[in-house]
């Protein structure tokens, strides 16, 4: 019995042995292959290969240095996690299948980048284009729209060190996939990204055909002294007290919005200006609605749009309520004043008008091609033309002008659906 034991602990120990041996030999085969064919471009190296029985493999000192920049990238640490040794194994038989691994984590330990240097200056020096994503990091700083390597350095940030992850995990049978992005960067601050994704694909060549769906997404900033370091400095620039450009701040923000056509209420330029005087943590989820088409919220109500993303803000982890915005034409020359006052001259007509009839909502079919109002459990209003109903869905079309929005409502989630009628 004890000689079955010794061998069988000898045989352990050798399997586990190979196993390292064959995930060490295999790692170091794979970073070969890609020092060679990224030579041409850039020199990789690194100091060693770490691995584990729980899934583990990573690389340590490694560096890359791209000579045409004459910059380098530098990272005390990098590691793809799996779940477990087994999908370890089977990563390369996936990528060869052209599939998805069902789960997969890069670990990025100690990511290095000069600020002085060119990789920084391509990230920050570049000229952005004014966007939604942009507004938040527009500032009102003399001269200087955006914070530049320049300003940084001002600042007297000299290396940017960071430390990040990210992960996702899918889940074949209900066809979602949970992305989560964290990074930290040093006396700067963290962005945490959290996506979910629905009507995944576990091959990547059919999403271009069948694109995911987004079900949730969380954006979250936690600050670490860096929007209180941009504020000092660009309150220095105007000559202004850290009080005065508090405010000064708020209006860049509601400038830069309202460029991209978003009028924020008070109450959210409020809570904007207790983040900047306390900047702690600012955290936004959306929850937008199944088969919501994103490039079509502009033909909507605001109070439609809100109900369509279920947004929730969160301002040094308290809610903020309530939320709202209108839309404002950036290309106005002129705003009609609260106490203007147009009446339009009284007109009698015998043209006949518009009259709506409600239908069944299993009655659609009947009405493809139809302008159709519709009416959700959550009453959300909807207004289009119906094209068809398939697979327990009513696809529409919102027009208005030159522009369309196509979408889909469950027909679950309907509640009333009205149809015009002939004018009478």
Do not use: W
């Given at each position: 019995m004890a000689k079955i034991f010794k061998w069988g602990l000898l045989a352990a120990v050798a399997i586990a042995v190979l196993i390292k041996l064959s995930l060490w030999l295999s790692v170091r085969s794979i970073m070969n292959d890609a020092i060679a064919q990224l030579s041409p471009f850039m020199d990789i190296s690194y100091g060693g290969i770490t691995s584990s029985f729980d899934g583990r493999v990573g690389l340590e000192k490694l560096s890359i240095r791209v000579p045409a920049l004459r910059d380098s990238v530098r990272v005390e640490h990098a590691q793809l996690k799996f779940n477990g040794l087994g999908e370890l194994l089977r990563f390369k038989e996936s990528l060869s299948q052209g599939k998805f691994p069902k789960q997969l984590a890069l670990n990025l330990k100690g990511l290095a980048l000069d600020v002085h240097g060119p990789f920084m200056q391509q990230l920050y020096d570049a000229p952005a284009e004014r966007s939604l994503f942009t507004a938040m990091s527009e500032v009102n700083c003399g001269k200087v729209r955006f914070i530049g390597t320049t300003e940084l350095l001002d600042m007297g940030y000299r290396t940017f060190e960071t430390d990040?992850?990210?992960?996702?995990?899918?889940?074949?049978?209900?066809?979602?996939?949970?992305?989560?992005?964290?990074?930290?960067?040093?006396?700067?601050?963290?962005?945490?990204?959290?996506?979910?994704?629905?009507?995944?694909?576990?091959?990547?060549?059919?999403?271009?055909?069948?694109?995911?769906?987004?079900?949730?997404?969380?954006?979250?900033?936690?600050?670490?002294?860096?929007?209180?370091?941009?504020?000092?400095?660009?309150?220095?620039?105007?000559?202004?007290?850290?009080?005065?450009?508090?405010?000064?701040?708020?209006?860049?923000?509601?400038?830069?919005?309202?460029?991209?056509?978003?009028?924020?209420?008070?109450?959210?330029?409020?809570?904007?200006?207790?983040?900047?005087?306390?900047?702690?943590?600012?955290?936004?989820?959306?929850?937008?609605?199944?088969?919501?088409n994103w490039e079509g919220l502009q033909f909507f109500e605001p109070k439609d749009v809100l109900g369509m993303l279920h947004p929730s803000l969160l301002v040094n982890r308290e809610l903020v309520s309530p939320l709202g915005f209108t839309w404002f034409d950036p290309n106005s020359l002129k705003q009609t004043l609260a106490n203007d006052r147009v009446v339009a001259e009284k007109v009698e007509s015998n043209a006949p008008t518009q009259q709506y009839d409600f239908v069944d909502v299993a009655s659609l079919p009947e009405y493809a091609g139809k302008r159709l109002q519709f009416i959700t459990h959550d009453g959300t209003y909807y207004q289009g033309v119906l094209h068809k109903v398939e697979n327990g869905k009513a696809f529409l079309s919102v027009q208005f002008g030159t522009g369309s929005a196509e979408m889909f409502l469950r027909l679950d989630k309907i509640d009333k659906v009205r149809v015009m009628s002939k004018a009478r």
């Open positions: 990040a992850e990210i992960s996702y995990l899918f889940a074949p049978a209900s066809k979602t996939l949970h992305f989560n992005m964290t990074s930290d960067t040093h006396d700067m601050g963290e962005l945490k990204v959290s996506l979910a994704l629905a009507n995944m694909s576990d091959s990547p060549g059919d999403m271009r055909v069948h694109p995911p769906e987004l079900a949730r997404v969380s954006v979250e900033i936690n600050d670490n002294q860096y929007q209180r370091k941009v504020q000092e400095y660009c309150a220095g620039k105007l000559g202004q007290t850290t009080e005065q450009y508090l405010q000064t701040a708020v209006e860049q923000l509601d400038k830069a919005l309202r460029s991209q056509r978003i009028a924020l209420d008070a109450p959210v330029l409020e809570a904007y200006g207790r983040y900047l005087k306390d900047p702690q943590s600012l955290t936004l989820e959306l929850n937008p609605n199944e088969g919501l």
